[in-house]
């Protein structure tokens, strides 16, 4: 496994848990959960913070006709911002069996929602849990289950595989997906190196999936890996450490080439630190690698 020493840069900081990151627009927007906001930097490191919410957020998507959908963790919802106004686009609450997550939206309009499937900061026992879908219309129905705490989302950029990241199970896990958006053919993309717990998720075009590795998996409290490219079959090709005392969330590759990955880090998961450090960061670094499918 190659370890990347290229240098990597600060964007923007002072902010919470960072999640959810998507580029659209020029821009990267992303979740600053503790902050309940939903923020954009440019590559000049100008901040916005585009909406203001009364819950944490998570996953961020587009649509076709540009408006954004964004995850309401704890009331179960996906909203819809367009032209400066929010509508709920999916209650998804009979289908949550804790906080909703990470979402990925496909050309269509078409949604996939995950959740853990139980609460991260209690003593709930771990469970296997759903991952849903939307329709562009709202309509939302369970697309798989059993699944770990499918956790990150990426969907290839042929339309015909979506990645998610069973962060309970520790892997990467793939499916075919159909016209009707139905996912079939279930199966193990890669395991991240020492049993590491992933999260967000983004691809490559080259076929090799970026994970943040924020935990170890077998252990509570071991810190994890920082941020590893994975090919199928579990082949770990390449690491991009983060500081001592530092957390990996999640990547997103952005810029004009999509040749720049941007990271989410954080150095606490406990809620009442993260208000208190302001420890989360936006950080980036261009590598030779080239960003594929969903953000």
């Known amino acids: ?130 991952l849903v879908v939307i329709e562009p219309d709202g309509e939302a129905r369970v697309a798989a289950s059993d699944l770990w705490g499918p956790n990150g989302i990426a969907l290839s950029a042929d339309g015909r595989t979506l990645y998610t990241a069973e962060a309970s199970d520790s892997r990467i896990t793939a499916f075919d997906m159909a016209a009707d958006g139905s996912l079939s ?18 691809l490559d075009s080259q076929g090799g999936i970026w994970a943040g590795l924020p935990v170890g998996a077998k252990a509570e409290g071991l810190w994890g890996l920082g941020f590893v490219r994975m090919e199928e079959g579990s082949r770990a090709t390449h690491r991009i450490p983060v500081p001592s005392g530092r957390r990996a969330i999640a990547c997103c590759f952005g810029g004009d080439d999509r040749k720049t990955l941007y990271l989410c880090t954080v150095d606490t998961f406990k809620s009442d630190e993260i208000l208190k450090t302001r420890g989360g960061r936006i950080e980036r670094l261009r590598l030779d690698f080239t960003g594929a499918g969903t953000p």
């Not at 053919?185 to 983004?202: K, L, S, W």
Request: charged residues 25%; contains cysteine; hydrophobic residues 35%.
């Open 1 to 130: 496994m190659i370890t990347i020493s290229t240098p990597i840069e600060t964007v923007a900081d002072g902010l919470t848990l960072t999640e959810g990151p998507r580029w659209h627009g020029g821009r990267l927007y992303f979740s600053d959960m503790h902050a309940q906001r939903i923020c954009a930097v440019d590559e000049a490191g100008r901040l916005e913070t585009v909406v203001k919410t009364d819950d944490m957020p998570s996953g961020i998507g587009f649509m076709p006709d540009g408006d954004m959908l964004f995850v309401l963790m704890r009331s179960h919802k996906v909203m819809r911002f367009s032209r400066g106004r929010i509508s709920l686009h999916a209650d998804l609450d009979r289908f949550a069996d804790a906080r909703i997550n990470d979402m990925a939206v496909g050309p269509t309009g078409r949604a996939y929602v995950g959740q853990l499937g139980f609460e991260f900061e209690g003593n709930d026992p771990r469970k296997t849990t759903t």
């Open 185 to 202: 053919n279930r199966r193990t993309f890669a395991v991240p190196p020492e049993h590491n717990a992933p999260d967000g998720i983004c």
